[in-house]
C-alpha cells in the first residue's frame, strides 16, 4: 500500500537518491525518462516543504516538487498557442519515481494527491522537448488529461545551449 504525504525533513536523502536515478544526461533511464535538473541536498532540505512523497513500507518510493506559481522567467520565455490563467496553478517542477516502482501508479498518484490538497488550482509542468526530448512524460501528462498550451525556450539553461518545454495544463 503506498501513501502520500507531504515531505519532511528526514525524506530529504531518499528523494535524492531517486533524482540520481534519472540525471544521467548521456543516457536516459531505462523506461526511457530522465531529468534536467539534479538536485543537491541543501537546495531539497530548503525546499522540503514544496515536496510531495510517496512512501511503500517506510521507503520513499516517489515525489513531486512543486511551486505555488508558474515563474515569471518562464512566463516571459513562453510562447502560449493559447491563452490561459496561470494565476491559480501549482507548478510541477519535478516529478521522479523510483525505477522498481515505475509504471505502477505512483506518479499519478501524486498528481492526485496534489489535487486533493490543492482544490480549484490547475496543474502545470513543463517537459523537455529539446535537446532531448522526454517522450514517456510527454504520454503521461497527455494520459492524465494535460494540453498543451505553450512552448519554454531558454538559451543557456542547465548547461544547454538551447533547451525547450512543452507546457501542460490540466484545468
Not at 515563474?71 to 493559447?82: D, V
Not at 517537459?127 to 514517456?136: D, G, L
Not at 510527454?138 to 525547450?164: A, P, T, W
Amino acid at each position: 500500500m503506498v501513501k502520500f504525504r507531504q515531505g519532511e525533513e528526514w525524506d530529504v536523502k531518499q528523494i535524492i537518491d531517486i533524482s540520481k536515478e534519472y540525471i544521467n544526461r548521456e543516457a536516459r533511464h531505462e523506461n526511457g525518462s530522465f531529468l534536467i535538473r539534479e538536485l543537491v541536498i541543501d537546495d531539497v532540505r530548503e525546499h522540503i516543504h514544496e515536496f510531495y512523497v510517496a512512501v511503500h513500507k517506510d521507503m520513499i518510493v516517489g515525489y513531486v516538487w512543486i511551486n505555488d506559481s508558474y515563474p515569471k522567467l518562464r512566463r516571459e520565455h513562453t510562447k502560449f498557442n493559447e491563452s490561459a490563467d496561470l494565476s491559480n496553478v501549482v507548478y510541477i517542477k519535478q516529478v521522479a519515481v523510483q525505477s522498481a516502482f515505475a509504471r505502477k501508479g505512483i506518479a499519478s498518484g501524486l498528481y492526485d494527491y496534489l489535487r486533493e490538497n490543492n482544490s480549484g488550482k490547475s496543474l502545470v509542468a513543463c517537459v523537455a522537448i529539446e535537446p532531448m526530448k522526454n517522450e514517456p512524460s510527454i504520454l503521461f501528462h497527455e494520459n492524465k488529461g494535460f494540453r498543451q498550451i505553450g512552448v519554454l525556450s531558454l538559451h543557456d539553461y542547465m548547461q544547454f545551449n538551447l533547451y525547450r518545454a512543452v507546457l501542460f495544463l490540466l484545468d
